[in-house]
């Protein structure tokens, strides 16, 4: 940054083509761009976009696989002052429209079909498109203005982005330039939408300050130039984001960027394109490990990658990856949306026991405490209590949410994580479960109280409980306590079927219990302890309910 401009996000493709030019810095599939080539296509997706009317400070929702042309649109938005607000690709018609209407997005863009999904049909699930004309005017999105898709050809009430380069060439350089130079650092930069312990996903505004985090980071990891970074992780999540889009930006990294995760895939990359940095979750780690014990790879020039392994489900695969995955040097961590990467973060010259066992060190900038939930007491070495985080890079705010932001905060401006640890004796953190009842399914944050809703809404269910199982696989699964009404009769099935297509495949539960009566306490809630326990008795092997705590 210079002396007396911050960063923008909508400057570092700039800055970085200026040092860089031709320095390989995207690839994705059979395209590869140099860092001058991504700075130009983010101008001419930055002028499309204007072609299209996007405004100063709209919202501009959006809704794609992991592709080159997320990365240019994505950097597009933010360098001409609109607020990206990124949508899970998972997501379906019912929780697109939850987005959609609570962020206030003035613009979708989307695919038309990705692989077997047909993206465009459940957006004319979601929303009435104009018979005539391309202008949105569907009064549950008084905001909404715009659909514009992805794809071969144009279609009915919609903009066509292929379509929108004819108008973007009567932009001029300077039009774009005068656009970029009115955004400030301290503006909305994104909204990006987080599940909670109540309700709907949420939406937590950033501003473009947060560069200062990654940069930070990029100084503790070591990451230069000289770094590939291969990103499998989903770009509209925090991790996949800020670790390798805006990692790659900041630092001139090369980034390799596949549509999804696949452990063959992977691991041949890493051997192809001599990739140094991955990071991932649980379950990456578990699938990588496998797939490069069943067939070997040369992974020489793996360095460094963030696998969080605090949890005591994570140890053990950690330990075994970092076996498997050598001379890969796994960092552990803590982060989250709400107070984004970095919160706690291994050293690169920690020893093993430290990488694989807990979750690292505070991060710049971050003041952590542990407290006993009931009492309010901070609480010392080996006491596990609720994590809570205070520092610049904490959140300010939930999108037109101010009773749940002023919920997760303490009086003294703590934020409340909701997130099980403890200290070490030698002062590292450990990470070991949630409070909440969030699940958190293969990297998923999933808001059980959601399906709950929806399953209450099928006209044989009386009540409903959502809660967490261990997987090996994916971390955390979803299981389904259904109570139905009198004289009604329905199966697992039709409990899965009244799900399908409105809500993510991921927020599926993966077991379903039909009970006559729920355990309840005093007060009339549900006793979710007692289901999970009755979870893991009836789908959980015995070994596999019993953990062991070994001390650091």
């Not at 715009?146 to 929108?164: C, E, M, R, Y």
């Not at 192809?272 to 940095?277: R, S």
Request: hydrophobic fraction near 40%; proline fraction near 5%.
């Amino acid at each position: 940054m210079t002396a007396d401009r911050p960063r923008r996000f909508g400057d570092l493709a700039d800055d970085v083509a200026a040092r860089l030019p031709d320095r390989e810095g995207l690839v994705f599939g059979s395209s590869r761009y140099t860092f001058r080539e991504v700075a130009a296509r983010i101008d001419e997706a930055a002028r499309r976009l204007m072609a299209a009317g996007v405004k100063h400070g709209e919202h501009v929702a959006l809704w794609l696989n992991n592709s080159d042309d997320w990365i240019f649109i994505s950097f597009a938005v933010q360098k001409i002052g609109a607020v990206l607000v990124p949508i899970n690709t998972r997501f379906r018609t019912r929780d697109l429209s939850y987005v959609l209407t609570q962020s206030d997005s003035n613009f979708l863009i989307t695919h038309d079909r990705s692989g077997p999904v047909d993206y465009g049909g459940m957006v004319r699930e979601a929303v009435a498109l104009p018979a005539i004309g391309d202008e949105v005017r569907d009064s549950r999105y008084p905001l909404l203005r715009h659909v514009i898709l992805l794809g071969d050809a144009p279609q009915a009430g919609t903009l066509d982005w292929a379509s929108l380069a004819r108008p973007a060439r009567d932009i001029s350089a300077d039009h774009l330039s005068d656009r970029a130079c009115e955004v400030t650092a301290t503006a909305p930069a994104f909204i990006m939408y987080t599940s909670g312990t109540t309700g709907f996903p949420k939406g937590v505004v950033r501003t473009h300050e947060l560069i200062r985090n990654v940069e930070e980071r990029a100084e503790l990891m070591a990451i230069t130039s000289s770094d590939t970074i291969l990103n499998y992780l989903p770009l509209f999540h925090a991790f996949g984001l800020s670790e390798g889009a805006w990692m790659s930006m900041i630092t001139g990294a090369r980034q390799v960027v596949t549509r999804g995760f696949d452990a063959d895939e992977t691991l041949d990359l890493i051997e192809k394109e001599h990739a140094t940095i991955i990071h991932g979750f649980e379950a990456h780690m578990k699938g990588l490990t496998e797939a490069q014990e069943a067939r070997p790879r040369n992974l020489s020039s793996l360095r460094t990658g963030i696998f969080a392994a605090g949890m005591l489900s994570a140890t053990p695969v950690v330990r075994r990856g970092m076996e498997a995955l050598a001379p890969l040097k796994n960092l552990s961590g803590f982060g989250m949306t709400e107070v984004w990467l970095g919160v706690s973060l291994s050293s690169l010259d920690d020893d093993e026991t430290h990488r694989s066992e807990a979750s690292g060190w505070p991060g710049p900038g971050y003041e952590l405490r542990i407290v006993d939930e009931a009492s309010g007491e901070i609480l010392g070495p080996g006491v596990t209590g609720e994590l809570q985080v205070r520092g610049w890079a904490v959140m300010k705010e939930y999108y037109r949410k101010p009773a749940e932001t002023s919920a997760t905060f303490t009086k003294d401006g703590w934020f409340r994580t909701g997130d099980a640890a403890l200290w070490l004796t030698d002062g590292a953190l450990r990470f070991l479960g949630r409070y909440k009842d969030m699940l958190k399914v293969g990297g998923e944050n999933v808001d059980p109280m959601e399906t709950e809703a929806l399953l209450l809404e099928h006209p044989a269910v009386q009540q409903v409980a959502v809660v967490g199982l261990p997987d090996t696989r994916l971390g955390e699964v979803a299981v389904a306590y259904v109570q139905c009404k009198e004289d009604a009769t329905i199966d697992a099935e039709d409990v899965l079927g009244h799900c399908r297509g409105k809500i993510a495949s991921f927020k599926l539960p993966r077991h379903v219990v039909f009970l006559e009566a729920f355990p309840m306490t005093e007060s009339g809630k549900i006793k979710k302890t007692d289901l999970r326990e009755d979870a893991r008795k009836r789908f959980l092997p015995a070994p596999a309910m019993a953990n062991e705590t070994r001390e650091i």
